[in-house]
Nanobody
Framework: QAQLVESGGGLVQAGDSLRLSCAVS????????LGWFRQAPGKEREFVAA????????RYADSVKVRFTISRDGAKNTASLQMNSLKPEDTAVYYC???????????????????WGQGTQVTVSS
């Protein structure tokens, strides 16, 4: 079992930056990948970024490449999503998710993840 708690959301203007954090607790003795997903009103939850347990591999949705950076601190069981050059279309509830995987695996499918946080709202005004 793992528990995830997101923080760092808020209201910003287009072009601003935000940094989301995800704290993982519980039975985390096994290696696990961490991912960020988002869900806008009326839309399905979509993949944003994910990082392997080793931290050496990461994957991004095309819509956020270059602008977003995912990272993790294994010693502190935390993950972050640095979001730069935010756009109004980035407005959504952002969720952190975890999946126990081999150290270098980076799942990107929503259905791949077993554990989810409660989400944090990000609103980007134009």
């Amino acid at each position: 079992q793992a528990q995830l708690v997101e923080s760092g959301g808020g209201l910003v203007q287009a072009g601003d930056s935000l940094r989301l954090s995800c704290a993982v607790s519980g039975r985390t003795l096994r290696s696990y990948a961490l991912g960020w997903f988002r869900q806008a009103p009326g839309k399905e939850r979509e993949f944003v970024a994910a990082i392997a347990y080793s931290g050496g591999r990461a994957r991004y949705a095309d819509s956020v490449k270059v602008r977003f950076t995912i990272s993790r601190d294994g010693a502190k069981n935390t993950a972050s999503l640095q979001m730069n050059s935010l756009k109004p279309e980035d407005t959504a509830v952002y969720y952190c998710a975890a999946k126990f995987t081999p150290p270098t695996v980076v799942p990107t499918g929503r259905e791949d993840y077993n554990y989810w946080g409660q989400g944090t709202q990000v609103t980007v005004s134009s």
